[in-house]
């Protein structure tokens, strides 16, 4: 029930293109749902987020959609660039509980 | 912007010695966590803080493992005993009231 499941394990898409990073949950209790962005050798670091009040948050090229009674969110990124390629973790917890972390999704994006 | 840091960078130990691991969460925060990442691997839940005592642990985080917060400012993880499988990226974080959490850059431990 604590568990975060992202897909998928790898994407490859051209610049330009959509990236599109999805995540189910279980816990009904989580209320707030981050996603991280990782270069090698660094930490992860915040993105976006969102709360389940919202359906849908938008960041410059980078939205987060959320569907409550699905329970699942996801992360979309516009006009993908070479930059943004990195590994995307999604999260979940709720306040002051430990984040729990999908399995992460490698992205890479083709000049 | 406030960040939260960690020392070493990069800490090399033989199998069966000790290492600890030190972290500066970000001032005002309440909640502190560790985290590992085994290379190529998800981030793993090890253990989170609050109010000076640890307020959940995973199964990761067994008798091996210990943490303290000794002055107020410093957050440090302890391994006893290391063993080749502990070898990782050992991440800190704190969080906020509003929820956010800041990771630190990351210590990377490999036993020999």
């Known amino acids: 029930q604590q568990q975060v499941k992202q897909s998928p394990q790898s994407l490859i898409v051209q610049k330009g293109g959509i990236s599109i990073i999805n995540c189910a949950y279980e816990n009904t209790a989580f209320d707030y749902f981050p996603w991280y962005q990782q270069f090698p050798g660094k930490g992860p670091a915040l993105l976006i987020a969102i709360r389940p009040d919202v359906s849908e948050k938008k960041e410059g090229r980078f939205t987060i959609s959320f569907n409550k009674s699905a329970k699942q969110f996801s992360l979309h990124i516009m006009d993908s660039q070479p930059g943004d390629s990195a590994t995307y973790f999604c999260?979940?917890?709720?306040?002051?509980?430990?984040?729990?972390f999908g399995q992460g999704t490698e992205l890479s994006v083709k000049p | 912007e406030p960040e939260v840091t960690q020392t070493p960078s990069h800490q090399v130990t033989q199998m069966g010695q000790e290492v600890i691991l030190r972290c500066v969460p970000i001032s005002n925060h309440l909640y502190f966590y560790w985290y590992r990442q085994i290379l190529g691997q998800k981030v793993e839940f090890l253990v989170s803080?609050?109010?000076?005592?640890?307020?959940?642990k995973s199964e990761i985080f067994d008798d091996q493992f210990s943490v303290e917060r000794p002055d107020g400012s410093n957050f440090t993880l302890k391994i006893r005993s290391t063993k080749l499988e502990d070898s990782a990226m050992y991440f800190c974080a704190s969080l906020g009231l509003a929820g956010v959490g800041y990771f630190g850059p990351g210590t990377r431990l490999t036993v020999t």
């Open positions: 999260a979940a917890n709720n306040q002051g509980g430990k984040l729990i």
């Open positions: 803080f609050y109010n000076n005592e640890i307020s959940e």
